[in-house]
């Protein structure tokens, strides 16, 4: 196996007809987790107290009072004899192939699409946009974040109000003294979600092409937005519809803009995995704690992005009624000082950024991530930060199973498992272990938390009970008691 760099396209791309490929059989492989990655309205940040434990009970009792959780329904920290790796992948495919279909059948909501450019005397500005009265202010700091001069391509996720955004910027070197030697684009669209966005990514990077090359060609963008577009109610809500065909008036040629697919977001959670290393066990406790999680890197900004993105998968939870008051890990993507205001108000969040001064911006997060560095100012969470013997054994079962893969992969010609499965699902059930345990306790006359329940989620008694006790309270289970043996096991 050849490693990618840590900088390389995570995605391959291919352009298919716009109404699909003659066989039909296009796959849509979103590179969201759907129905855990929602959107929720946010409250202050003062509600916030991160930087002090949970006050939750602490109670003496027995080892051998409550009944232990069935280890048999937990599979992700399973021995070789309970649920076979490859029994769990042909699952998680054939949900997967019936989610691929539920994608299929998502209309497209396109409600702006723009040109950004960089000009020498004003900085970014808003070149040309459609629809025109659209509010737009400040995508052009979005669209090309800081330090993007030193690269030469990049995309971009962001979030612009209620909407998400994806821009592809280029950077072309030119003789025009005006320009000083450089001429920067991004050409970008918005739409609420951004688990489709994705399917445009190839035409973004043909039309910011064209733009610097023929600047002020825009025909096959007003093409593209009067084929995506979708209309906004009067009442101005979240609710978006599809614009019908027989208002758009004369035909759209649609081979000007054809549309992608996506195969597999190839190499993202793989090499977001193989990045952090065991560093991912401490991202993955904070994500599900739901910290505000602030990530530094210099530009290109969208292999960052997709940190964002992987980051989230890794708080995925499917037990029904699981995490229903609590607030959703929101992906802002890429942000800049810009955004400040926004991010003051938000409760839980993921975000990247390339500008070094919001590391001072203390109050607008709970962990800064620089590179493979991991950090808080709060000490109520600098004890996480800390790796315990479970969480190395559990990131030693996570490169055992990924081996296996690999091995069953090169041996047995298995093109149907992939890596981003494998790890999406290892924390899944990971996650689901920890609640199903914590319900099946609740749900005892004894509801108190021995050293066996902690080890049967796959904990360390010792090493994660300030964890247990931030999740205990964060997830509102506020019967559960926790023995003190906790303390000295």
């Given amino acids: ?38 959107w929720s309205s946010g409250a202050s940040s003062s509600d916030r107290s991160a930087s002090n434990p949970p006050a939750t009970s602490i109670t003496q009792a027995g080892t051998d009072d409550a009944p232990h959780p069935d280890r048999a329904r937990h599979p992700s920290d399973s021995g070789a004899g309970d649920v076979p790796l490859e029994e769990r992948m042909l699952s998680w495919e054939e949900e997967k192939d019936q989610k691929m279909l539920s994608w299929e059948e998502e209309k497209d909501h396109i409600v702006s699409v723009f040109v950004v450019a960089f000009n020498t005397r004003t900085g970014n500005m808003l070149e040309w946009c459609l629809p025109t009265d659209m509010d737009l202010e400040g995508v052009e700091f ?55 966005l994705y399917r445009y990514m190839s035409f973004l990077e043909h039309q910011v092409r064209l733009q610097l090359q023929s600047p002020g060609h825009y025909s096959p963008l007003e093409a593209f937005y ?21 208002a758009w008036g004369s035909a759209i040629n649609h081979s000007m803009h ?30 599900l704690l739901r910290r505000r999680i602030l990530i530094f890197s210099p530009p290109p900004v969208g292999v960052v992005c997709y940190r964002v993105y992987c980051c989230c998968c890794l708080a995925n939870v499917s037990i029904p ?29 993921v975000a990247c950024t390339t500008e070094k001064i919001l590391e001072e911006k203390r109050d607008l997060y709970d962990v800064y991530v620089d590179n493979q560095n991991v950090k808080t100012c709060r000490e109520g969470l600098k004890p996480l930060l800390r790796l315990t013997n479970a969480d190395r054994e559990k990131y030693r079962k996570l490169t055992e199973q990924r ?7 090169e041996e047995n010609g298995d093109c ?25 306790v ?17 904990l360390d008694p010792h090493g994660d009970r300030l964890f247990l006790l931030h999740l205990l309270e964060i997830y509102g289970f506020d019967t559960l008691l926790m023995s003190d043996q906790l303390c000295c096991s």
Wanted: glycine share 8%.
């Fill in 1 to 38: 196996m050849v490693e990618r760099s840590d900088r390389a396209p995570l995605l391959d791309w291919e352009e298919v007809p716009s109404r699909g490929g003659a066989d039909g059989q296009d796959r849509l492989s979103s590179p969201s987790a759907p129905g855990r990655l929602g």
């Fill in 142 to 196: 979005k669209a090309i974040a800081s330090g993007s001069h030193r690269v030469t391509t990049d995309f971009i996720y962001f979030r612009k109000g209620r909407y998400f955004g994806l821009a592809c910027f280029a950077n072309m070197a030119v003789e025009n003294p005006a320009e000083r030697g450089a001429r920067m684009k991004s050409v970008g669209i918005l739409s609420p979600s951004y688990t489709l």
């Fill in 226 to 246: 009067q084929d995506k577009r979708a209309l906004l109610p009067p009442s101005g809500d979240d609710l978006v519809t599809a614009c019908p065909v027989d």
């Fill in 258 to 287: 054809p549309e992608m697919k996506i195969t597999h977001p190839a190499g993202c959670m793989s090499q977001f995995i193989r990045f952090f290393g065991e560093q991912i066990m401490v991202l993955w406790k904070l994500a």
């Fill in 321 to 349: 009624g699981v995490g229903v008051a609590v607030p959703e890990l929101r992906p802002f993507f890429y942000v800049n000082v810009a955004d400040i205001g926004a991010l003051e108000n938000e409760l839980s969040y």
């Fill in 403 to 409: 081996k296996m893969l690999l091995y069953s992969q």
């Fill in 416 to 440: 149907v498992s992939s890596e981003e499965d494998l790890f999406i699902l290892f924390f899944l059930e990971q996650n689901n272990r920890i609640f199903q345990t914590l319900s099946e």
């Fill in 442 to 458: 609740a749900g005892t006359p004894d509801p108190t938390l021995t050293p066996e329940n902690v080890r049967a989620m796959g």
